[in-house]
């Protein structure tokens, strides 16, 4: 028996998704919060897909759901989805809400829903998803997160017994969520990169989670992600269900060993934490028992979305916009990383102020610290260009990165910054943004480098 | 000078450890020599059998690893307290100084974690109530700016006993009803303060060096740091500006 209260909340709801579209305020989660207002315990109420699937972590979780997305949709399956990421309970409802009849009837029969991991308790025990995937957990914004155990904790306070998770194995912390619930791990193998000792500012587990003796990393990707046992109590490494190896750039394609056997499949981007969420993706279409055969046509469909990483040509240059969040140190650090193994020379363009926050608040920079601004240290790294409201602290932790003065453009109008800036023929442009596109900032200044680079091409041939 | 590190393992939250590698790569560009002594969780510390040590620092720690250092370092309470009566400096941030108190109480009427006792103050844990805020004040005549992001607070159980590090002109102290923040007891320094601290505030870094004898050291990149500090103290005293996140 849903109640009145239930449709009251359901129809007031629905009445203001075309109210929200005249008035030019797509994509809010307002129908999700008035419908939570009016009835509570709403998304327990609300009849949800035969099939739910949650995705949360620090990093990565809007590209993997979209990922899974579209493997579903090109599976012919009708799939409910918050492709945007609004993801915290009152986006999730507004989600279900968009999916339902008006007698609160799904209309899908598959529901991939990106959700905000501190809100864990506040979506999953009314949500009851089958499975609930997880990219990694990381340090992030120091003010809403603090730090990765916590982010643990907080999730281990709502997660139902019945979800299935889909762990990523090679992140430790991950592993420790939901320790009696059925685990499904995935990972990349050992890779001629890996190091076993740390080369990262951050690494939040340096200690065995079980005894707190020194953990030893047989081999470390970056920050803690690879594989470790502890000497002391024999705690270690999960062994993967799902294994990606044999990683063919050129080719764009990793390969995956399950318990069938190996198959190879596409990688949507060749940055290794992407190569992690097609390993993701494949280990749960796989475990939802899709035949591999299958899953290798449908991860010829998944895409990365556009807003994370988009590259365009601009005259002679090439201009590229990358997500970075901000507060984030280990997104900046493997943004930076994978720029800087790419060929040829590059300049940085860095939009990576907390805008939202500088309104009325101040950011908080600890962050800077955490993150290895030293790779931008690099010789093929021609400029680094720093702006925002907090400009003058990405100037300072850059020169203490050893990035010499003279690289640096340091500016708050982040315009008159793209104005500014040096370019030249052939150059690759790369601008980190944050969570900022609603802003108009990072698609003014992308506008801006790229007509001065489209220009360039009136100047060569002058 | 040498410098011992406590924990770095654990206690290495929120971009604080730069207020290790700020002071040493100053020093060096100085032409002084810094030793820093990484103390991990199960090894002697060096403070426990060495006098030289100049500075003893710790950064802020998960709730975990909290109790992990209590366990370090209680076998070294009588030592503790003869070097903080001795004058020794040490310098916590964030919520490390917290061990040195009585005892941390995890949520209201929950449980209570012994602490070192070596100062009258409790902690209070609410872990579903983070605060975090910027914060402006003053340590000797020095403008001081900096973050908090904590589950924590600290309430004196003798307020006449505990002193305060600095004072508050926009912000909070220990606690929400307090003006004064941090501990400073003799040379022993812990304040909530994130930032890393150092970084942000090259006035107060050049006093800190020079009260540990080290008189003509300037912060490296000083001008940036000070146009950096400039602009935020500025910033933070604008009137319309919220403190809280």
């Known amino acids: 028996m849903k109640g009145l209260r239930f449709y009251l909340a359901l129809w007031l709801a629905k009445i203001s998704i075309p109210a929200l579209k005249l008035t030019h305020h797509n994509g809010t989660d307002y129908p999700g919060h008035l419908a939570i207002k009016i009835c509570p315990d709403f998304l327990d109420r609300i009849e949800k897909p035969p099939l739910v699937i949650a995705v949360t972590g620090t990093n990565g979780k809007t590209t993997c759901t979209n990922m899974i997305c579209d493997a579903f949709e090109a599976a012919g399956r009708k799939v409910l989805c918050n492709r945007y990421g609004s993801n915290i309970n009152s986006g999730v409802s507004t989600c279900l809400i968009t999916g339902s009849t008006l007698t609160g009837k799904t209309k899908y029969d598959t529901a991939i829903l990106e959700t905000d991991e501190r809100s864990a308790p506040r979506i999953y025990p009314f949500l009851k998803p089958d499975y609930i995937v997880v990219t990694n957990l990381y340090r992030d914004s120091i003010m809403r997160n603090a730090h990765p155990e916590y982010i643990q904790w907080v999730m281990n306070k709502g997660i139902p017994s019945k979800s299935k998770m889909v762990i990523n194995g090679d992140d430790l912390i991950s592993c420790g969520i939901a320790p009696d619930n059925k685990h499904i791990y995935y990972g990349i193998g050992r890779l001629e ?48 269900d799902y294994e990606g190896h044999d990683i063919d750039k050129a080719a764009g394609t990793v390969q995956v060993t399950d318990k069938e056997g190996t198959r190879s499949y596409k990688i949507a981007n060749d940055s290794l934490f992407n190569i992690y969420n097609t390993v993701m993706t494949v280990a749960l279409m796989r475990d939802l028992g899709f035949a591999a055969d299958e899953v290798v046509t449908l991860m010829d469909k998944v895409k990365i979305p556009a807003t994370r990483f988009s590259s365009i040509k601009a ?89 010499p003065e003279e690289k640096i453009l340091c500016s708050e109008d982040e315009r008159e910054a793209a104005r500014k800036m040096d370019i030249a023929s052939g150059d690759s442009i790369y601008i980190y943004c944050g969570m900022v596109e609603g802003f108009g900032v990072v698609d003014d200044c992308r506008k801006i480098i790229t007509e001065r680079c489209e220009a360039l091409v009136g100047k060569e041939q002058a | 000078m040498t410098i011992e590190v406590l924990f770095p393992e654990v206690a290495n939250l929120y971009g604080d450890m730069g207020n290790i590698e700020y002071i040493t790569r100053s020093l060096e560009a100085c032409g002084k020599t810094c030793e820093v002594i990484d103390t991990d969780l199960y090894t002697r510390p060096a403070f426990a059998d060495r006098d030289d040590i100049d500075l003893i620092y710790m950064g ?149 060096l020079a009260d540990l004898g080290i008189e003509d050291c300037t912060p490296l990149y000083e001008e940036a740091a000070m146009e950096a500090y400039k602009k935020r103290l500025d910033e933070y005293r604008e009137p319309g500006r919220n403190y809280k996140y």
């Open chain 1, 193 to 240: 990169s890996d190091t076993t000792e740390l080369v990262n500012r951050l690494c939040d587990l340096r200690i065995c989670p079980e005894c707190g003796k020194k953990l030893v990393f047989d081999y470390r990707r970056y920050h803690h992600i690879g594989r470790a046992h502890c000497p002391a109590c024999g705690f270690k490494s999960p062994e993967y």
């Open chain 1, 315 to 403: 005259g002679p240059c090439t201009v590229t916009t990358q997500l970075a969040k901000e507060m984030n140190a280990l997104a900046v650090t493997r943004a930076t990383d994978y720029v800087r193994h790419q060929p040829g020379h590059k300049r940085l363009f860095l939009l990576l102020s907390c805008y939202k926050v500088a309104e009325n608040w101040s950011e908080n920079m600890g962050w800077l610290y955490d993150c290895d601004f030293e790779m931008m240290n690099d010789p093929l790294i021609d400029t680094c260009v720093v702006t925002g409201p907090r400009a003058l602290d990405f100037k300072l932790r850059l020169l203490l990165a050893g990035v």
């Open chain 2, 60 to 208: 802020p720690v998960t709730e975990k690893g909290q109790l992990r250092v209590i366990d370090s370092l209680k076998p070294y309470k009588d030592r503790l307290e003869q070097l903080i009566k001795g004058g020794q400096r040490f310098f916590m941030t964030g919520n490390s100084m917290e061990v040195f108190g009585e005892y941390i109480e995890c949520e209201e009427g929950g449980p209570h974690i012994e602490c070192l006792g070596l100062f009258p103050f409790i902690t209070k844990q609410r872990m579903m109530q983070r605060t975090s805020s910027f914060w402006v004040g003053q340590f000797e005549g020095i403008d001081i700016v900096g973050y908090k992001s904590q589950f924590t607070h600290i309430y004196p159980t003798d307020t006449e006993s505990v002193k305060n590090l600095f004072t508050t002109e926009k912000g909070e102290g220990l606690n929400p009803e307090m003006n004064g923040e941090g501990i400073k007891e003799g040379g022993f320094e812990g304040t909530y303060l994130l930032g890393p601290l150092f970084v942000l505030n090259p006035l107060y870094m050049r006093k800190f």
